[in-house]
C-alpha cells in the first residue's frame, strides 16, 4: 500500500490530448518515490467519476539529475500492474483506494471539478 503524507494539486494538463490534473503525491514511507498523478474525468463511468490515467515515479535528485544525466532515470511511468504489487488486496483495488485518498481532499477534488471539463 503506498501511503500519501502529502498531495498538492499542480495544474491542468492534457496527456495523449486528454485534460488531466496533474497532482504531486510525497509518499508516507521513507523508501517510496514521489509521484506525479494524472486524473483525468473517467470515460465509462467504472469507478467512480475520475479515473488515474498515467502515473510518473520521481527519483529526482538535484544533485544528479539537475543536468541531462543518462545514468540515472529520475522519472519513470508506473504500469497499473507494477503499483503496490506487493501484499493484499489487488494492484487495481490499491490502486482505486489511492484514487479515492486523493479525491478526499476538498482541494484537490475543487481544482479538478473546475479545471476539467464535464
Request: with cysteine; charged share 30%; proline share 5%.
Amino acid at each position: 500500500m503506498y501511503y500519501i503524507k502529502n498531495a498538492v494539486f499542480r495544474r491542468i494538463t492534457e496527456v495523449k490530448g486528454t485534460p488531466c490534473g496533474e497532482i504531486l503525491v510525497r509518499p508516507g514511507a521513507v523508501d517510496d518515490p514521489d509521484l506525479f498523478v494524472y486524473v483525468a474525468r473517467s470515460s465509462g463511468g467504472q469507478g467512480g467519476e475520475y479515473e488515474i490515467v498515467r502515473m510518473i515515479q520521481s527519483d529526482a535528485d538535484l544533485e544528479t539529475d539537475w543536468y541531462d544525466n543518462n545514468m540515472h532515470q529520475a522519472y519513470e511511468e508506473v504500469a497499473e500492474q507494477d503499483f503496490c504489487r506487493d501484499g493484499w488486496p489487488s494492484p487495481e483495488r490499491q490502486r482505486a483506494e489511492f484514487l479515492q485518498r486523493l479525491l478526499a481532499d476538498r482541494e484537490i477534488m475543487e481544482r479538478l471539478d473546475a479545471g476539467l471539463p464535464r
